[in-house]
């Protein structure tokens, strides 16, 4: 089967740190790119940052660029996302995702994990 299993969230306090991690499986482990998205209550899906796996491409949103790092383990078939300088507004559940295309588009992303809760309290 296809899966993948997120990892490492939970509640920390503004300022501070968190290393999510999603490791992938299956036929998912051929695809282009792995990404984060993030969902709040009441808001839309958005994206967060995308890795791929067949060259060395990462992207970042505005939004966390220069507190968030993507990085990959290409042997473990992972990818983390190192989360610092947590703010509350980063409250979200935190979903990862693989796609066969370098792209930012939700819609374009065929696989999802179940996602990781990451509170941050004031």
């Known amino acids: 089967q296809v899966h993948l299993v997120e990892s490492g969230g939970g509640l920390v306090q503004a300022g501070g740190s968190l290393r999510l991690s999603c490791a992938a499986s299956g036929r998912a482990v051929s695809g282009y790119a792995m990404a984060w998205f993030r969902q709040a209550p009441g808001k839309e899906r958005e994206f967060v940052s995308a890795?791929?796996?067949?060259?060395?491409?990462?992207f970042l949103a505005d939004s966390v660029k220069g507190r968030f790092t993507i990085s990959r383990d290409n042997a473990r078939n992972t990818v983390y996302l190192e989360m610092n300088r947590l703010k509350p507004e980063d409250t979200a559940v935190y979903y990862c995702?693989?796609?066969?295309?370098?792209?930012?588009?939700?819609?374009?992303?065929?696989?999802w994990g179940q996602g990781t809760q990451v509170t941050v309290s004031s």
């Open positions: 890795a791929s796996w067949v060259a060395g491409n990462t």
């Open positions: 995702a693989a796609s066969s295309l370098w792209t930012t588009l939700l819609k374009n992303y065929n696989y």
